[in-house]
């Protein structure tokens, strides 16, 4: 069973930054896509950044050019750098994983981010 673990979140100010990061017990080099999704309560899960093996990224058109996601392959990481934060980032935020060619879906249990002044 991979188990996903995410770190870094808490409170910031509106324009301040925080690094998000979600260590794997999967062996990283198998991975096939990671992300990072956010919920508000009430509200569906949505897709904040994805990265696929190779390294193609997507990312959500709110977060463009504010959010950098990158993999770790020596310390078996994901991250989610977020600068120039706004109240509306605020959400649980939640990793995710897929290792192998047909593995299931792996996600962590979520991270709470509050950006306010």
């Known amino acids: 069973q991979v188990q996903l673990v995410e770190s870094g979140g808490g409170l910031a100010q509106p324009g301040g930054s925080l690094r998000l990061s979600c260590a794997t017990s999967a062996n990283i080099f198998s991975v096939k896509n990671m992300g990072w999704y956010r919920q508000d309560p009430g509200k569906v899960r949505e897709l904040v950044a994805s990265i696929a093996r190779g390294g193609t990224t997507n990312y959500a058109d709110s977060v463009k050019g504010r959010f950098t996601i990158s993999i770790d392959y020596a310390n078996n990481m994901m991250y989610l750098q977020m600068n120039s934060l706004k109240p509306e980032d605020t959400a649980v935020y939640y990793c995710?994983?897929?290792?192998?060619?047909?593995?299931?879906?792996?996600w962590g249990q979520g991270i709470q981010v509050t950006v306010s002044s």
């Open positions: 995710n994983g897929q290792f192998g060619a047909f593995g299931p879906l792996y």
